[in-house]
């Protein structure tokens, strides 16, 4: 008995080292920048949700939860769909005469927008009947305290985005796609709005891929995400209807809130024809964003990629624009700063500025940059920061985004694709000027009024009437027309 018992003890504490084990090799890494310090579900057992609804339920509730995808969860067709009467802008009428082999985005009319002020150029519409999935308009509400990890390229979300409503969040490696790309407000791949605390804390998206969305690929509205960091991932603007009409997604990000930190490093944005990102903030009693935009890669961009508004400042460094139109749209009330000499930044810093590289690329320069550097000195998330020199990337072959995810979880298998050079870091650049595979980067986050409200309703920080007309009617052969 006394064998039996003490052999019990040892089986029960190997059963818990091994679930502690598990547990730690889910999540890789720890958040670089404004996010640094974000747990997620902690040490919570892991969950594998076996279907759609449990999935739901999972990412709900109240619970701390380490929730794992193994396999794709498909939504398509599990909400049904509705036939209704859309718009089509005029310009997209022109466009399929001109017959150049590309299609457009046709518009799903909001709710009460009896004005179409808020459609996507349909300001002289022509009506036309539009059927879309309803799941992808209504996202996966994730609370507090969770993780969502998916395993090698399996966990995939099919027709149906998350919107984000908590604290402490972590995203890691998982890949969200089949959102109605035929319709703008189609769906929303990921949404922030705060909370009903105020602005949103600790979230942290990792090695995520997007693509074929209707709508925003990304969207931090009015509540804001006070320490948000964004590293690792592949948005993929490649489409079959695109409201510049040439292949390209237009609406990449929006990134506003009152206030909004946010780090965006190691990630590739490519084949996108506008916003990527958009960043402003013009509602609310404290709106700000600030943004460290660091060691990216942008790629085959067909119109621009940053454009920047009110109350946004902005450091970008270490990032590298090839076949990218317009790297930057701005104007006055932009405040911008664009490293173009490693000294640039000393005296604000404390440290070297990495020079941004363009290629086959417009021009990416400061817009008001003393005044961006004025305010994002404030920030030792951005001064601490040790960027590393601008180059390409590429996706993994393992894992979904940039860098291979280094755990037995995840496929085993070896490879990148393109010509990418940093396809075996998780972020190029730490605190201590180094990078690991374990682990991205090292940072400090900082440690907030939002509420909560579905993800097709006050995500624009403005009306779509002031937006800049995508559309372009491109040749099938786009040629660059590159700025002077």
Not at 289 to 318: C, I, K, Q, R, T
Not at 366 to 374: D, F, H, I, K, Y
Not at 400 to 428: I, M, Y
């Amino acid at each position: 008995m006394l064998y039996w018992a003490t052999f019990t003890r040892i089986s029960l504490i190997i059963a818990v080292l091994a679930t502690k084990l598990i547990v730690n090799a889910i999540v890789i890494g720890e958040a670089p920048g404004f996010a640094a310090g974000t747990t997620g579900g902690g040490t919570a057992e892991p969950d594998y949700p076996k279907d759609l609804k449990e999935l739901e339920t999972f990412l709900g509730d109240d619970e701390p939860r380490v929730i794992v995808l193994n396999k794709e969860f498909d939504f398509l067709g599990s909400n049904g769909s509705t036939t209704e009467q859309g718009c089509r802008p005029k310009i997209m009428e022109q466009c399929i005469a001109e017959n150049n082999g590309f299609n457009g985005q046709d518009v799903i009319i909001r709710e009460g927008d009896t004005t179409f002020t808020q459609t996507g150029g349909c300001d002289q519409a022509v009506g036309v009947e539009v059927t879309y999935d309803n799941a992808a308009k209504n996202p996966l509400v994730v609370k507090g305290n969770k993780t969502l990890r998916g395993i090698g390229q399996a966990g995939v979300l099919k027709g149906r985005g998350l919107w984000l409503n908590g604290d402490n969040i972590i995203i890691q490696n998982i890949h969200i796609t089949e959102l109605n790309s035929q319709y703008v407000w189609g769906g929303d791949a990921i949404y922030m709005q705060g909370t009903e605390s105020g602005s949103m804390k600790k979230i942290w998206l990792d090695h995520v891929k997007i693509s074929r969305v209707g709508r925003q690929m990304l969207v931090i509205a009015f509540g804001g995400a006070e320490s948000l960091t964004i590293s690792n991932s592949d948005f993929d603007g490649s489409t079959d209807w695109s409201s510049s009409y040439d292949g390209h997604h237009y609406w990449a990000f929006i990134i506003g809130g009152e206030p909004t930190h946010v780090t965006f490093v190691n990630n590739y944005v490519h084949s996108t024809s506008g916003r990527s990102p958009k960043i402003v903030s013009e509602m609310g009693t404290n709106p700000i964003v600030v943004g460290h935009f660091v060691n990216n890669y942008w790629a085959d961009n067909s119109g621009h990629s940053f454009e920047p508004g009110l109350n946004a400042f902005v450091l970008a460094e270490g990032n590298y624009f090839k076949d990218t139109k317009e790297p930057i749209l701005a104007d006055d009330k932009a405040t911008v700063f664009t490293a173009a000499d490693s000294n640039d930044c000393s005296s604000y810093l404390g440290r070297a500025c990495v020079s941004n590289v363009v290629e086959n690329s417009g021009k990416f320069d400061s817009v008001n940059g003393e005044r961006a550097m004025e305010k994002v000195k404030e920030f030792k998330e951005i001064t601490e920061y040790t960027p590393s020199k601008a180059s390409p990337l590429s996706e993994s072959l393992d894992n979904f985004g940039v860098g291979v995810l280094q755990s037995p979880l995840d496929s085993s298998t070896q490879g990148s694709k393109n010509e990418s050079s940093k396809q075996d870091s998780l972020a190029q650049g730490s605190e201590q000027g180094g990078s690991k595979e374990d682990n991205p980067t090292q940072g400090s986050g900082n440690e907030s009024s939002g509420g909560g409200s579905p993800i097709q309703h006050n995500v624009e920080q403005g009306s779509i009437g002031q937006d800049v007309d995508p559309s372009k009617c491109t040749p099938k052969r786009r040629v660059m027309e590159l700025q002077a």
